[in-house]
């Protein structure tokens, strides 16, 4: 029997975008087998650079090998294994690859939303609908916002709902179609001629002189370099114009007595608007758990909470996964049984502490100094919220007892100022001492190092920013910086509780079940500061605020920020920036992507032109019982 080796199957595409539990409903010339069948809706790119939309049906055949080892879903986007493949399996590669829709974007000329965003429906023929989808989970206008990062459409008039895919601007072909004309390359046309303008950031002279050695030898051996063909010096003269042309808008030009330095300023792509979505229901919740209870498609739950948080009625139930209080894949049973298990933990851990005699508690003078502290927060902690308002409250008294039960839960820690704050919501929803402990734990898990004594946490993430908003938005960055701002201080409070003083209470449950998802990266809440930042930018550079200016108005902002409009600009900002030919491993570490190249990255000796700033140390002022570096003093009346 004959053999072929895996190497020989089609070389892979790269997912750009993928959408799960997308229904085949209608295509044309299929089978009807595969009508109903839920798969996989993708943008991709080919190997050969070209583009298109794929949908993968999510019961593709899998094929055991001989040797009897692991299972191997055949996809177009399976990793390579060095082994070879029977004859026959290579043929039921290539019918599971068959089932597989591929619709090119070059090809696309239209396609409609309909159905409350739930079904979508494309072509390639004018007037005839090849294929149709529908949504499980009603987000196709997720889907259309990426694919439009790729394609230029345009609404019809007679027709809210369908899009027409318009032909690329002439003009933005002109460097490729001049340098095809021309024959010069023997490489991919379009490929050539964007890295040659694309190496100008890494190497502008170098990369200038292969450009025009390249040109040069067609000016003066045109015959010979073109295999006999037409005389092109005219051409190349025109070509360079355009060329030039090309480049003037993305270059500057330094010029000295000596020489002349070309220059190209980084410039991020076109950020793409991301509509927000709809929460996710009772209906939808249910829907995701097996008779059991055990939570199905974990990760997809997680997409659907990011994109549009969760419903009210349900969060308290939901909340207790994402903060990892109970497991995704637990029963009914199972839940119950860990319940009882943590209630009495609680308890016992409680009794600790409140079983403490007066003089035990004169002899031990760290717990009594993190006993007052804990009282004198909890005494001001959104006394103006009617859950937590008047004297002798009893939600209050709770609110103490969990605290106190977490310094004996967590002694190395204790209790810092600013944790009352984080708990508070919690409470507030769950109305249960222990189901709020617990998911309070959950919680500080993930910020613990916000509370660090040393603020080497608080530092990090303070530098890591001034990082992004560089990369980001380099104008505010340098305003901020010649302000005396750029140590990013006035974003203290906002990273210290997430944001818990910014918002009500109802926009920071959701704004914080969006952060527990871990999605779209790591250090989310970080861009999130970028977007807040970058939707007062016009307001901080026109006015020329400064140090004390610049503190004031973001401390003003509080109570008047719309969270589903600042999570959307912070997802935009996030495809803009992973989008971005020049982004640096320095970047990609923060957003937790890995890094290309080999050197070690957030080193605190570098300096400032790594983004780090040694100069932070010169003022220790405290902020609500928290030691933290400052420059100015100003900054302490306005954090408080």
């Excluded at 906002?494 to 990266?521: A, N, Y």
């Excluded at 401390?555 to 992973?578: F, T």
């Amino acid at each position: 029997m004959s053999e072929s080796s895996v190497e020989d199957l089609p070389d892979q595409c790269k997912d750009l975008f993928t959408q799960d539990g997308v229904l085949l409903k209608a295509c044309i010339g299929r089978p009807v087998t595969d009508l109903n069948s839920i798969g996989m809706l993708c943008i991709v790119v080919n190997p050969d650079g070209s583009k298109g939309i794929e949908w993968r049906p999510n019961d593709l055949i899998t094929i055991e090998s001989d040797t009897q080892d692991q299972e191997w879903a055949v996809v177009n986007t399976i990793g390579r294994r060095q082994r070879t493949l029977s004859g026959n399996m290579t043929s039921d590669y290539a019918t599971a690859r068959a089932r597989i829709i591929r619709i090119p974007l070059q090809e696309l000329k239209t396609f409609r939303v309909t159905r409350n965003n739930q079904q979508m429906q494309f072509s390639t023929k004018p007037g005839v609908w090849q294929t149709t989808f529908y949504f499980q989970h009603g987000n196709a206008e997720i889907f259309v916002a990426y694919l439009k990062n790729h394609v230029k459409t345009a609404k019809t008039r007679h027709d809210r709902h369908t899009y027409v895919v318009v032909e690329p601007n002439p003009e933005s072909q002109v460097l490729n179609r001049s340098f095809a004309e021309l024959d010069i390359f023997t490489e991919n046309t379009t490929d050539v001629v964007w890295s040659l303008v694309s190496n100008f950031k890494e190497r502008p002279y170098k990369t200038t002189l292969e450009a025009f050695s390249k040109l040069t030898d067609i000016v003066y051996y045109g015959n010979e370099a073109t295999n006999g063909k037409r005389d092109v010096t005219e051409d190349v003269a025109d070509l360079l114009t355009k060329s030039m042309s090309a480049l003037e808008e993305a270059t500057t030009t330094t010029k000295s007595d000596e020489y002349e330095v070309i220059s190209v300023k980084p410039t991020l792509p076109p950020r793409p608007s991301i509509p927000r979505g709809t929460p996710l229901s009772t209906e939808k919740w249910e829907g995701l758990q097996d008779p059991e209870g055990r939570v199905m498609e974990v990760d997809g739950v997680k997409q659907l909470i990011f994109r549009g948080g969760i419903a009210h009625s349900i969060r308290h139930e939901v909340w207790k996964y994402l903060l990892d209080y109970y497991p995704w894949k637990s029963t009914h049973k199972e839940i119950k049984y860990l319940r009882k298990k943590k209630t009495e933990e609680y308890f016992c851990m409680k009794l600790q502490w409140r079983s403490m005699t007066e003089g035990q508690e004169a002899r031990f003078t760290e717990y009594r100094e993190r006993k007052s502290l804990v009282e004198k927060d909890v005494n001001r902690t959104d006394r103006t919220h009617p859950y937590f308002a008047g004297d002798n409250n009893p939600n209050l008294a709770v609110l103490q007892d969990i605290l106190m039960t977490y310094v004996m839960y967590n002694f190395d820690l204790g209790y810092v100022q600013g944790m009352s704050d984080v708990l508070a919501p919690l409470l507030l929803l769950l109305d249960n001492e222990v189901d709020s402990f617990w998911c309070f734990v959950g919680f500080m898990d993930k910020i613990v190092s916000n509370f660090d004594m040393d603020q080497a946490g608080m530092k990090q993430q303070l530098q890591q920013l001034q990082q992004l908003l560089t990369f980001a938005s380099p104008a505010l960055a340098q305003q901020l910086e010649a302000k005396d701002s750029g140590n990013m201080y006035f974003c203290f409070r906002w990273l210290l509780v997430w944001f818990k003083r910014e918002f009500s209470h109802r926009d920071i449950m959701r704004l914080w079940e969006v952060l527990w998802t871990g999605l779209p990266c790591a250090n989310f809440h970080l861009l999130i500061c970028v977007a807040i930042l970058d939707a007062e930018m016009d307001v901080i550079m026109s006015r020329d605020y400064g140090f004390t200016e610049i503190l004031k108005h973001v401390n003003d902002l509080s109570m008047c920020l719309d969270v589903d409009r600042i999570l959307s600009s912070a997802e935009g900002i996030y495809h803009q920036i992973v989008s971005a030919p020049h982004l640096t491993d320095q970047i990609r570490v923060i957003l937790g992507l890995p890094a290309l190249g080999a050197a070690a990255l957030g080193d605190d000796t570098t300096d400032k032109s790594n983004g780090t700033r040694p100069d932070m140390e010169e003022d220790l002022l405290e902020y609500d019982g928290i030691k933290i570096t400052i420059v100015h003093k100003t900054v302490w009346a306005l954090l408080a």
